[in-house]
Antibody
Framework: QVQLMQSGAEVKKSGASVKVSCKASGYTFTSYYVNWVRQAPGQGLEWMGRMDPHTEDTNLAQKFHGRVTMTVNRSLRTAYMELSSLKSEDTAVYYC???????????WGQGTLVTVSS | QSVLTQPPSVSGAPGQRVTISCTGSSSNIGAGSVVHWYQQVPGTVPKLLIYGDNLRPSGVPDRFSGSKSGTSASLAIAGLQADDEADYYCQSYDSSRRGPVIFGGGTRLTVL
């Protein structure tokens, strides 16, 4: 079955960077986008961007340009999202999700809680 | 403030029908961008509920339906059940600098 397994919770200081991984299984990794979506405590969903694992093309939401880097290791079937210059407002659960060309996301990872403290 | 506007909350009794609106603009829904809907039971991962405006993934009951008209979309849930209590989010594509992908602010459904 399709699974997206994310790395564990992280606690970071303001100004630091965090890198979250998302290991895919149960489907052809390079045939689907990997989206990254975050959810601050008690808040809604926020789309951060997506990567095409086949071409490594990345499409980011404007607000994350310059702070987010998305990479992939096809041999490990793993996608990564690195967020730099962390602020307290970046405290959230970060999800990876399998995506399509019309931006729908049908399978989600379990989420990774990133806590940013000053 | 979300680009797609949803009511913060809706409620209904078991067996009733409720609708959740998602109001956009000419740069997203009004431009013909498809709308997807997600269900998130508190403490769990979002689940794709409706895609392509009105299509249901395998396993989603036909009690859930989607529609779209003009700059708005709607999610209807018929025959409310207790386990429908969750947060519901609409999602679409936006051609402005706020995009490309936007979510509604979410609607909490309470089953009375």
């Amino acid at each position: 079955q399709v699974q997206l397994m994310q790395s564990g919770a992280e606690v970071k200081k303001s100004g630091a960077s965090v890198k979250v991984s998302c290991k895919a299984s149960g489907y052809t990794f390079t045939s689907y986008y990997v989206n990254w979506v975050r959810q601050a405590p008690g808040q809604g969903l926020e789309w951060m961007g997506r990567m095409d694992p086949h071409t490594e093309d990345t499409n980011l939401a404007q607000k994350f340009h310059g702070r987010v880097t998305m990479t992939v290791n096809r041999s490990l079937r793993t996608a990564y999202m690195e967020l730099s210059s962390l602020k307290s407002e970046d405290t959230a659960v970060y999800y990876c999700a399998r995506g399509y060309s019309d931006y729908k996301a049908d399978q989600w990872g379990q989420g990774t809680l990133v806590t940013v403290s000053s | 403030q979300s680009v797609l506007t949803q009511p913060p909350s809706v409620s209904g009794a078991p067996g009733q029908r409720v609708t959740i609106s998602c109001t956009g603009s000419s740069s997203n829904i009004g431009a013909g961008s498809v709308v997807h809907w997600y269900q998130q039971v508190p403490g769990t991962v979002p689940k794709l509920l409706i895609y392509g405006d009105n299509l249901r993934p395998s396993g989603v009951p036909d009690r859930f339906s989607g529609s779209k008209s003009g700059t708005s979309a709607s999610l209807a849930i018929a025959g409310l059940q207790a386990d429908d209590e969750a947060d519901y989010y609409c999602q679409s594509y936006d051609s402005s600098r706020r995009g490309p992908v936007i979510f509604g602010g979410g609607t909490r459904l309470t089953v009375l």
